[in-house]
């Protein structure tokens, strides 16, 4: 991308997530601080960070079964959408600071990890993987 397209880019999200973080603070200041849930395919086999612009894997994701621990390490709200042709999972939304738990089960093949909050996948909060069978 160029730096004026990027900018713009950005620019338009950030006005984005100012109008809803406005809009729903209240809601979201009565939710526990921790949205953690229970791991239900064992220990997660890797962290996934959200933040603002990016989606960070601490690991390879792998064929098969596995949980991924979800962790918003940003401001802004944010949340985890996996496709590959259609929806293979989907995390709440996370807050700053907050983390939850998905149990995903990966066949060969591409997948896209991004933020589904409208502008964050544009802005940048988009990782695609190829898993090889
Ligand atoms: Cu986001």
Not at 16 to 36: E, K
């Amino acid at each position: 991308m160029t730096g004026r397209h990027a900018g713009r880019l950005v620019l338009g999200a950030i006005g984005l997530v100012v109008g809803l973080a406005a809009g729903s603070a209240a809601a979201f200041y009565h939710q526990a601080p921790q949205m953690t849930q229970p791991a239900q395919m064992g220990e997660a086999s890797l962290t996934v960070d959200l933040f603002e612009w990016g989606v960070s894997l601490s690991a390879e994701l792998k064929v098969g079964d596995q949980t991924l621990l979800v962790r918003n390490t940003g401001s802004y709200p944010h949340a985890l959408t996996i496709t590959g042709g259609s929806v293979v999972a989907q995390s709440g939304t996370l807050r700053g600071g907050q983390e939850t738990t998905m149990a995903v089960k990966l066949e060969p093949g591409q997948y896209e990890l991004y933020c589904p909050i409208p502008g964050h996948r544009e802005a940048g909060m988009l990782t695609v993987v190829s898993l090889q069978g």
